[in-house]
């Protein structure tokens, strides 16, 4: 598991931040909840009791701080999955939501070691 976690971090084009809120999906006619664990401008580390694989494609809905709005992604790839959690690529966001969430990660994303829970 170690060398699959390295090829993938290896493969990261864009920095990643340490994070937890609670997220919204949708596929097909499932829906559920989960959290997010991690987050960047390109996709998101989720764990969720929802069943997905490599190659589905969801909806996603999550706020980065509860006096927000939330974003929605249109269309996201399960990049993919084990056990309850997976990584999801963004592929469809408002450019409003896209802006805002490069915000959010360029101002929290000096230290890999602190936590942002909301």
């Known amino acids: 598991m170690e060398s699959h976690q390295k090829q ?3 493969s990261r ?9 609670s997220i919204v999906l949708a596929s097909g006619i499932q829906v559920g ?19 997905v694989k490599a190659g589905d494609c969801l909806q996603l809905r999550f706020s980065l701080h509860e006096s927000e709005p939330s974003m929605r992604v249109s269309r996201a790839a399960v990049c993919w ?7 999801v690529e963004f592929l469809g966001m408002e450019e409003k939501d896209r802006a805002r969430l490069n915000r959010f990660i360029t101002v929290h994303g000096g230290d890999p070691w602190a936590g942002i829970y909301y």
């Open 8 to 10: 993938i971090g290896e």
């Open 13 to 21: 084009a864009s920095e990643r931040i340490a994070l937890q809120c």
């Open 33 to 51: 909840e989960g959290q997010v664990l991690n987050m960047s401008d390109r996709g998101c580390l989720v764990e969720s009791s929802v069943s």
């Open 81 to 87: 999955a084990q056990g309850f959690r997976f990584g």
